[in-house]
Protein backbone atom coordinates (compact mmCIF):
# COMPACT_ATOMS: atom_id res chain seq x y z
CA UNK A 1 0.00 0.00 0.00
CA UNK A 2 1.37 3.43 -0.88
CA UNK A 3 2.26 6.49 1.46
CA UNK A 4 -0.45 8.64 -0.42
CA UNK A 5 -3.31 5.78 0.02
CA UNK A 6 -2.92 5.51 3.08
CA UNK A 7 -2.73 9.40 4.26
CA UNK A 8 -6.40 9.37 2.19
CA UNK A 9 -7.76 6.51 3.94
CA UNK A 10 -6.56 7.87 7.23
CA UNK A 11 -8.19 11.18 6.41
CA UNK A 12 -11.80 10.02 5.64
CA UNK A 13 -11.37 8.14 8.75
CA UNK A 14 -10.42 10.75 11.03
CA UNK A 15 -13.75 13.23 9.20
CA UNK A 16 -15.88 9.88 9.53
CA UNK A 17 -14.64 9.97 13.33
CA UNK A 18 -14.83 13.92 13.64
CA UNK A 19 -18.38 13.68 12.27
CA UNK A 20 -19.78 11.38 14.49
CA UNK A 21 -18.60 13.28 17.45
CA UNK A 22 -20.05 16.81 16.48
CA UNK A 23 -22.51 14.75 15.65
CA UNK A 24 -23.30 13.01 19.16
CA UNK A 25 -22.31 16.58 20.56
CA UNK A 26 -25.28 18.31 18.89
CA UNK A 27 -27.52 15.58 19.86
CA UNK A 28 -26.49 15.36 23.37
CA UNK A 29 -26.32 19.00 23.96
CA UNK A 30 -29.78 19.71 22.20
CA UNK A 31 -30.97 19.28 25.74
CA UNK A 32 -28.90 20.08 28.34
CA UNK A 33 -28.85 20.22 32.01
CA UNK A 34 -28.47 23.62 33.83
CA UNK A 35 -26.30 23.67 37.01
CA UNK A 36 -28.03 22.60 40.25
CA UNK A 37 -30.90 24.68 42.21
CA UNK A 38 -31.33 25.06 45.70
CA UNK A 39 -34.50 26.90 46.57
CA UNK A 40 -32.64 30.29 47.62
CA UNK A 41 -31.26 30.20 44.34
CA UNK A 42 -34.11 29.76 42.16
CA UNK A 43 -35.80 32.65 44.41
CA UNK A 44 -33.23 34.82 43.41
CA UNK A 45 -33.03 33.90 40.02
CA UNK A 46 -36.60 34.86 40.07
CA UNK A 47 -36.39 37.97 41.52
CA UNK A 48 -33.76 38.57 38.47
CA UNK A 49 -35.59 37.57 35.82
CA UNK A 50 -39.31 37.46 36.25
CA UNK A 51 -40.98 39.10 33.39
CA UNK A 52 -44.19 39.79 35.83
CA UNK A 53 -42.13 41.64 38.00
CA UNK A 54 -39.91 43.77 35.89
CA UNK A 55 -43.31 44.94 34.14
CA UNK A 56 -44.77 46.25 37.35
CA UNK A 57 -41.03 47.51 38.56
CA UNK A 58 -41.11 49.53 35.12
CA UNK A 59 -44.89 50.74 35.90
CA UNK A 60 -43.02 52.94 37.71
CA UNK A 61 -42.22 55.46 36.00
CA UNK A 62 -45.77 56.70 35.52
CA UNK A 63 -45.96 56.96 38.47
CA UNK A 64 -43.11 59.19 39.33
CA UNK A 65 -43.80 61.67 35.90
CA UNK A 66 -47.62 62.15 37.76
CA UNK A 67 -45.82 62.91 40.89
CA UNK A 68 -43.41 65.41 39.27
CA UNK A 69 -46.12 66.91 37.38
CA UNK A 70 -48.49 67.29 40.72
CA UNK A 71 -45.39 68.67 42.57
CA UNK A 72 -44.56 71.46 40.32
CA UNK A 73 -45.27 75.36 41.40
CA UNK A 74 -48.50 75.72 39.76
CA UNK A 75 -50.19 73.33 37.89
CA UNK A 76 -51.16 75.94 34.62
CA UNK A 77 -48.59 77.08 32.85
CA UNK A 78 -48.46 80.85 32.56
CA UNK A 79 -49.57 82.19 29.49
CA UNK A 80 -47.39 85.28 27.15
CA UNK A 81 -49.27 87.37 24.56
CA UNK A 82 -47.36 89.48 22.17
CA UNK A 83 -49.27 91.55 19.56
CA UNK A 84 -48.46 94.33 17.06
CA UNK A 85 -49.69 96.27 14.35
CA UNK A 86 -50.48 99.37 11.90
CA UNK A 87 -52.92 101.97 12.48
CA UNK A 88 -53.93 104.68 9.73
CA UNK A 89 -55.06 107.75 11.77
CA UNK A 90 -57.32 110.45 10.57
CA UNK A 91 -55.22 113.16 10.35
CA UNK A 92 -55.53 115.99 7.48
CA UNK A 93 -52.15 117.91 8.26
CA UNK A 94 -50.64 115.24 8.02
CA UNK A 95 -49.68 113.18 4.38
CA UNK A 96 -48.01 109.83 6.76
CA UNK A 97 -50.70 109.05 9.05
CA UNK A 98 -49.80 105.42 9.64
CA UNK A 99 -49.07 104.45 12.97
CA UNK A 100 -47.15 101.16 14.79
CA UNK A 101 -48.52 99.92 17.92
CA UNK A 102 -47.88 97.04 19.99
CA UNK A 103 -49.24 95.12 23.37
CA UNK A 104 -47.45 92.42 25.36
CA UNK A 105 -48.62 90.51 28.63
CA UNK A 106 -48.77 87.47 30.73
CA UNK A 107 -51.51 85.73 31.91
CA UNK A 108 -51.44 82.84 34.71
CA UNK A 109 -54.26 81.05 35.79
CA UNK A 110 -54.26 79.98 39.63
CA UNK A 111 -56.05 76.79 40.76
CA UNK A 112 -58.82 77.27 44.00
CA UNK A 113 -60.22 75.51 46.67
CA UNK A 114 -56.90 73.36 47.11
CA UNK A 115 -57.13 71.53 44.04
CA UNK A 116 -53.09 71.14 44.07
CA UNK A 117 -52.82 69.70 47.79
CA UNK A 118 -55.27 66.93 46.48
CA UNK A 119 -53.43 66.42 43.38
CA UNK A 120 -50.66 66.00 45.00
CA UNK A 121 -52.05 63.67 47.95
CA UNK A 122 -53.52 61.47 44.77
CA UNK A 123 -50.03 61.08 43.01
CA UNK A 124 -48.44 59.95 46.22
CA UNK A 125 -50.76 57.55 47.41
CA UNK A 126 -50.91 55.83 44.34
CA UNK A 127 -46.95 55.59 44.29
CA UNK A 128 -47.15 53.96 47.35
CA UNK A 129 -50.27 51.67 46.56
CA UNK A 130 -48.08 50.73 43.57
CA UNK A 131 -44.73 49.93 45.52
CA UNK A 132 -47.19 47.56 47.80
CA UNK A 133 -48.22 45.92 44.41
CA UNK A 134 -44.64 45.28 43.28
CA UNK A 135 -44.11 43.69 46.64
CA UNK A 136 -47.25 41.49 46.24
CA UNK A 137 -46.27 40.88 42.71
CA UNK A 138 -42.45 39.69 44.21
CA UNK A 139 -44.81 37.68 47.04
CA UNK A 140 -46.51 35.78 44.25
CA UNK A 141 -43.41 34.73 42.48
CA UNK A 142 -41.53 33.61 44.99
CA UNK A 143 -44.75 31.44 46.22
CA UNK A 144 -45.32 30.26 42.43
CA UNK A 145 -41.46 29.09 42.25
CA UNK A 146 -41.75 27.25 45.54
CA UNK A 147 -44.61 25.27 43.88
CA UNK A 148 -42.96 24.31 41.13
CA UNK A 149 -39.58 23.85 42.70
CA UNK A 150 -41.55 21.32 45.01
CA UNK A 151 -43.22 19.64 42.37
CA UNK A 152 -40.31 18.52 41.05
CA UNK A 153 -38.54 17.09 44.47
CA UNK A 154 -41.56 15.39 44.90
CA UNK A 155 -41.13 13.49 41.21
CA UNK A 156 -37.29 12.99 41.63
CA UNK A 157 -38.34 11.79 44.79
CA UNK A 158 -40.90 9.25 43.27
CA UNK A 159 -38.16 8.39 40.41
CA UNK A 160 -35.88 7.00 43.01
CA UNK A 161 -38.25 5.36 44.75
CA UNK A 162 -39.41 3.64 41.96
CA UNK A 163 -36.25 3.04 40.64
CA UNK A 164 -35.30 1.00 44.15
CA UNK A 165 -38.40 -1.03 43.54
CA UNK A 166 -37.21 -2.01 39.84
CA UNK A 167 -34.05 -2.83 41.32
CA UNK A 168 -35.87 -5.60 43.62
CA UNK A 169 -37.75 -6.99 40.94
CA UNK A 170 -35.24 -7.17 38.52
CA UNK A 171 -33.56 -9.17 41.31
CA UNK A 172 -36.64 -11.59 42.09
CA UNK A 173 -37.15 -11.74 38.07
CA UNK A 174 -33.18 -13.39 37.78
CA UNK A 175 -34.22 -15.84 40.57
CA UNK A 176 -37.33 -16.73 39.54
CA UNK A 177 -35.80 -17.34 35.89
CA UNK A 178 -33.43 -19.84 37.79
CA UNK A 179 -36.39 -21.60 39.44
CA UNK A 180 -38.14 -21.78 36.18
CA UNK A 181 -35.14 -23.24 34.64
CA UNK A 182 -34.63 -25.62 37.38
CA UNK A 183 -38.24 -26.22 37.43
CA UNK A 184 -39.00 -24.94 40.91
CA UNK A 185 -41.40 -22.75 39.93
CA UNK A 186 -43.98 -22.87 37.16
CA UNK A 187 -43.49 -20.63 33.69
CA UNK A 188 -46.69 -18.64 34.88
CA UNK A 189 -44.45 -17.36 37.66
CA UNK A 190 -41.63 -16.20 35.23
CA UNK A 191 -44.18 -14.58 33.70
CA UNK A 192 -45.61 -12.56 36.12
CA UNK A 193 -42.45 -11.56 36.78
CA UNK A 194 -41.09 -9.91 33.67
CA UNK A 195 -44.33 -8.46 33.33
CA UNK A 196 -43.76 -6.89 36.71
CA UNK A 197 -40.87 -5.98 35.58
CA UNK A 198 -41.77 -3.87 32.57
CA UNK A 199 -44.23 -2.53 34.20
CA UNK A 200 -41.96 -0.96 36.50
CA UNK A 201 -39.89 0.23 33.95
CA UNK A 202 -43.10 2.08 32.11
CA UNK A 203 -43.53 3.88 35.50
CA UNK A 204 -40.29 5.46 35.61
CA UNK A 205 -40.30 6.17 32.22
CA UNK A 206 -43.96 8.39 32.57
CA UNK A 207 -42.39 9.92 35.91
CA UNK A 208 -39.46 10.77 33.68
CA UNK A 209 -42.19 12.79 31.56
CA UNK A 210 -43.55 14.14 34.05
CA UNK A 211 -39.68 15.81 35.31
CA UNK A 212 -38.85 16.95 32.40
CA UNK A 213 -42.49 18.70 32.12
CA UNK A 214 -42.11 20.30 35.74
CA UNK A 215 -38.39 21.28 34.80
CA UNK A 216 -39.38 22.75 31.86
CA UNK A 217 -42.56 24.91 33.92
CA UNK A 218 -39.63 25.42 36.33
CA UNK A 219 -37.42 26.51 33.43
CA UNK A 220 -39.58 29.43 31.87
CA UNK A 221 -40.44 30.47 35.50
CA UNK A 222 -36.78 31.29 36.01
CA UNK A 223 -36.21 32.28 32.42
CA UNK A 224 -33.49 30.21 31.84
CA UNK A 225 -32.42 29.78 28.23
CA UNK A 226 -34.66 27.52 26.96
CA UNK A 227 -32.19 24.66 26.10
CA UNK A 228 -31.25 23.90 29.72
CA UNK A 229 -32.95 22.36 32.15
CA UNK A 230 -32.60 22.96 35.38
CA UNK A 231 -31.86 20.33 38.38
CA UNK A 232 -32.79 20.90 41.69
CA UNK A 233 -31.81 19.50 45.76
CA UNK A 234 -33.81 20.10 48.40
CA UNK A 235 -35.95 18.53 50.81
CA UNK A 236 -39.60 17.86 50.33
CA UNK A 237 -40.35 18.11 54.09
CA UNK A 238 -41.59 21.57 54.75
CA UNK A 239 -39.24 23.83 56.90
CA UNK A 240 -40.15 24.00 60.72
CA UNK A 241 -42.62 26.97 61.40
CA UNK A 242 -43.43 28.65 64.92
CA UNK A 243 -46.54 30.78 63.47
CA UNK A 244 -50.06 30.24 65.23
CA UNK A 245 -53.28 30.75 63.32
CA UNK A 246 -53.47 34.04 65.39
CA UNK A 247 -50.25 35.49 63.90
CA UNK A 248 -51.39 34.56 60.46
CA UNK A 249 -54.41 36.22 61.13
CA UNK A 250 -52.75 39.24 62.12
CA UNK A 251 -50.52 39.05 59.35
CA UNK A 252 -53.52 39.29 56.68
CA UNK A 253 -53.81 43.18 57.20
CA UNK A 254 -49.75 43.53 56.55
CA UNK A 255 -50.18 41.73 53.28
CA UNK A 256 -48.85 44.05 50.13
CA UNK A 257 -52.38 43.72 48.19
CA UNK A 258 -54.38 44.91 51.34
CA UNK A 259 -52.04 47.16 51.80
CA UNK A 260 -52.18 48.44 47.88
CA UNK A 261 -56.09 49.22 48.34
CA UNK A 262 -55.74 51.34 51.67
CA UNK A 263 -53.79 53.42 49.56
CA UNK A 264 -55.13 53.55 46.09
CA UNK A 265 -58.42 54.24 48.48
CA UNK A 266 -56.61 56.84 50.12
CA UNK A 267 -56.01 58.03 46.35
CA UNK A 268 -59.63 57.50 45.23
CA UNK A 269 -60.69 59.70 48.25
CA UNK A 270 -58.22 62.83 47.11
CA UNK A 271 -59.27 62.53 43.75
CA UNK A 272 -62.37 62.87 44.75
CA UNK A 273 -61.99 65.58 47.35
CA UNK A 274 -59.83 67.12 43.73
CA UNK A 275 -63.18 66.89 41.27
CA UNK A 276 -65.47 68.23 43.66
CA UNK A 277 -62.84 71.26 43.99
CA UNK A 278 -62.73 71.19 40.59
CA UNK A 279 -66.83 72.78 40.99
CA UNK A 280 -64.77 76.20 42.26
CA UNK A 281 -63.53 78.09 38.49
CA UNK A 282 -60.42 79.09 38.47
CA UNK A 283 -58.86 82.26 38.39
CA UNK A 284 -56.56 83.53 35.92
CA UNK A 285 -54.73 86.74 36.44
CA UNK A 286 -53.32 88.92 33.60
CA UNK A 287 -51.09 92.02 32.94
CA UNK A 288 -50.67 93.84 29.97
CA UNK A 289 -48.31 96.30 28.24
CA UNK A 290 -48.44 98.41 25.07
CA UNK A 291 -48.85 101.47 22.92
CA UNK A 292 -51.23 102.96 21.02
CA UNK A 293 -51.17 104.99 18.39
CA UNK A 294 -53.32 108.14 18.78
CA UNK A 295 -53.11 111.43 16.80
CA UNK A 296 -50.20 113.33 17.52
CA UNK A 297 -48.00 109.98 19.51
CA UNK A 298 -48.72 106.91 21.17
CA UNK A 299 -49.87 106.47 24.27
CA UNK A 300 -48.70 103.86 26.86
CA UNK A 301 -51.17 101.42 28.53
CA UNK A 302 -51.05 99.05 31.57
CA UNK A 303 -53.49 96.71 32.35
CA UNK A 304 -54.59 94.33 34.95
CA UNK A 305 -56.85 91.98 34.44
CA UNK A 306 -59.00 89.27 36.51
CA UNK A 307 -60.91 86.36 34.79
CA UNK A 308 -63.44 83.88 36.49
CA UNK A 309 -65.99 81.76 34.91
CA UNK A 310 -69.25 82.03 36.30
CA UNK A 311 -70.25 78.12 37.12
CA UNK A 312 -74.02 77.90 36.12
CA UNK A 313 -74.11 74.80 33.78
CA UNK A 314 -71.20 72.55 34.06
CA UNK A 315 -70.46 71.53 37.76
CA UNK A 316 -67.98 68.47 36.82
CA UNK A 317 -70.69 66.22 37.40
CA UNK A 318 -68.91 63.52 35.18
CA UNK A 319 -65.73 63.48 36.84
CA UNK A 320 -67.46 63.55 40.20
CA UNK A 321 -69.50 60.40 39.22
CA UNK A 322 -66.18 58.69 37.92
CA UNK A 323 -64.36 59.71 41.65
CA UNK A 324 -66.98 58.40 43.60
CA UNK A 325 -67.64 54.79 41.50
CA UNK A 326 -63.57 53.93 41.61
CA UNK A 327 -63.60 54.77 45.29
CA UNK A 328 -66.70 52.51 45.99
CA UNK A 329 -64.89 49.88 43.74
CA UNK A 330 -61.86 49.85 45.55
CA UNK A 331 -63.93 49.73 48.80
CA UNK A 332 -65.49 46.78 47.58
CA UNK A 333 -62.61 45.45 46.14
CA UNK A 334 -60.61 45.75 49.64
CA UNK A 335 -63.56 44.42 51.70
CA UNK A 336 -63.97 41.25 49.78
CA UNK A 337 -59.70 40.54 49.71
CA UNK A 338 -59.85 40.71 53.34
CA UNK A 339 -62.85 38.76 53.90
CA UNK A 340 -61.58 35.85 51.76
CA UNK A 341 -58.17 36.21 52.24
CA UNK A 342 -58.90 35.44 56.31
CA UNK A 343 -61.45 32.56 54.98
CA UNK A 344 -58.18 31.01 53.06
CA UNK A 345 -55.66 31.36 56.15
CA UNK A 346 -58.31 29.46 58.24
CA UNK A 347 -58.93 26.56 55.40
CA UNK A 348 -55.71 25.86 55.05
CA UNK A 349 -54.92 25.99 58.31
CA UNK A 350 -57.32 23.67 59.04
CA UNK A 351 -55.77 21.45 56.01
CA UNK A 352 -52.32 21.37 56.88
CA UNK A 353 -53.08 20.06 60.63
CA UNK A 354 -54.90 17.14 58.70
CA UNK A 355 -51.78 16.90 56.45
CA UNK A 356 -49.35 16.87 59.29
CA UNK A 357 -51.46 14.04 61.04
CA UNK A 358 -51.43 11.85 58.02
CA UNK A 359 -47.68 12.27 56.98
CA UNK A 360 -47.27 11.92 60.81
CA UNK A 361 -49.09 8.71 60.46
CA UNK A 362 -47.32 7.42 57.35
CA UNK A 363 -44.50 8.31 58.65
CA UNK A 364 -43.91 6.48 61.80
CA UNK A 365 -46.14 3.68 61.39
CA UNK A 366 -47.36 2.63 57.91
CA UNK A 367 -44.25 2.71 56.09
CA UNK A 368 -41.79 1.52 58.76
CA UNK A 369 -44.39 -1.63 58.94
CA UNK A 370 -44.51 -2.40 55.24
CA UNK A 371 -40.65 -2.23 55.31
CA UNK A 372 -40.21 -4.86 57.67
CA UNK A 373 -43.00 -7.16 55.97
CA UNK A 374 -41.14 -6.33 52.75
CA UNK A 375 -37.85 -7.76 54.58
CA UNK A 376 -39.44 -10.45 55.47
CA UNK A 377 -41.50 -11.44 52.71
CA UNK A 378 -37.99 -11.06 50.67
CA UNK A 379 -36.14 -14.07 53.22
CA UNK A 380 -39.38 -16.01 53.13
CA UNK A 381 -39.79 -16.21 49.31
CA UNK A 382 -35.56 -16.62 48.90
CA UNK A 383 -36.60 -19.44 51.19
CA UNK A 384 -39.27 -20.99 49.17
CA UNK A 385 -41.76 -20.63 52.30
CA UNK A 386 -44.25 -18.25 49.98
CA UNK A 387 -44.44 -17.90 46.17
CA UNK A 388 -43.98 -14.96 43.77
CA UNK A 389 -47.36 -13.06 44.20
CA UNK A 390 -47.51 -13.02 48.00
CA UNK A 391 -44.01 -11.25 47.86
CA UNK A 392 -45.45 -8.82 44.80
CA UNK A 393 -48.37 -8.14 47.04
CA UNK A 394 -46.16 -7.04 49.86
CA UNK A 395 -43.89 -4.97 47.71
CA UNK A 396 -46.90 -3.36 45.73
CA UNK A 397 -48.10 -2.43 49.20
CA UNK A 398 -44.93 -0.78 50.04
CA UNK A 399 -45.14 1.10 46.71
CA UNK A 400 -48.43 2.95 47.63
CA UNK A 401 -47.36 3.81 50.98
CA UNK A 402 -44.28 5.61 49.38
CA UNK A 403 -45.94 7.21 46.73
CA UNK A 404 -48.71 8.08 49.69
CA UNK A 405 -46.31 9.74 51.43
CA UNK A 406 -44.39 11.44 48.89
CA UNK A 407 -47.69 12.67 47.86
CA UNK A 408 -49.13 13.83 51.25
CA UNK A 409 -45.75 15.56 52.25
CA UNK A 410 -46.26 17.15 48.73
CA UNK A 411 -49.60 18.28 49.60
CA UNK A 412 -48.11 19.08 52.85
CA UNK A 413 -45.90 21.93 51.63
CA UNK A 414 -47.90 22.99 48.52
CA UNK A 415 -50.35 23.72 51.43
CA UNK A 416 -48.02 26.05 53.43
CA UNK A 417 -46.57 27.93 50.67
CA UNK A 418 -50.49 28.71 50.11
CA UNK A 419 -50.83 29.49 53.78
CA UNK A 420 -47.96 31.71 54.34
CA UNK A 421 -48.72 33.56 50.32
CA UNK A 422 -52.29 34.29 50.97
CA UNK A 423 -51.40 35.54 54.93
CA UNK A 424 -48.45 37.58 53.33
CA UNK A 425 -46.22 35.96 55.75
CA UNK A 426 -43.15 36.68 56.72
CA UNK A 427 -44.06 40.26 57.67
CA UNK A 428 -42.05 42.97 55.34
CA UNK A 429 -39.42 43.46 57.87
CA UNK A 430 -38.75 40.03 58.81
CA UNK A 431 -38.55 39.33 54.74
CA UNK A 432 -36.26 42.29 54.62
CA UNK A 433 -34.11 40.62 56.89
CA UNK A 434 -33.94 37.31 55.34
CA UNK A 435 -33.34 39.18 51.72
Not at 353 to 376: C, F, G, I
Request: net charge neutral; glycine share 4%.
Amino acid sequence: MSNTSFLVKHSRSSWLFFSFVFFGFITTSTYSYAESLTMESALALAQRNSPELRKAIASLEAAKGEIADANSPLFNNPTVNLEGGSRKLYDPTNSDSRRSEWNTGLAQTFELAGQQGYRRQTANSKLTALQQEIDEVRHRVNAEVEERFVQVLALQKRIETEQHTLDLTERNTGLIGKRVEAGEDSKLDGNLAVVETERARNQINLLQEQLTRALTALSATLQLPEQQLPTVIGELQPPTTTYTLDNLLASVANRPALKALSWREQSARSNLDLERAVRTPDLTVSLNYGRDAVVGGQDTVTTLGFSLPIPLFRRNAAGIGRATTELNQVEIEKNTLTRDARASVIASWQRRLSLQDRVQRLTTTVYPKLEENLKLSQIAFKNGEIALPQLLLVQRQVIDAQRDLIEAQLDLRLTQIELEYVAGWPLANESANQH
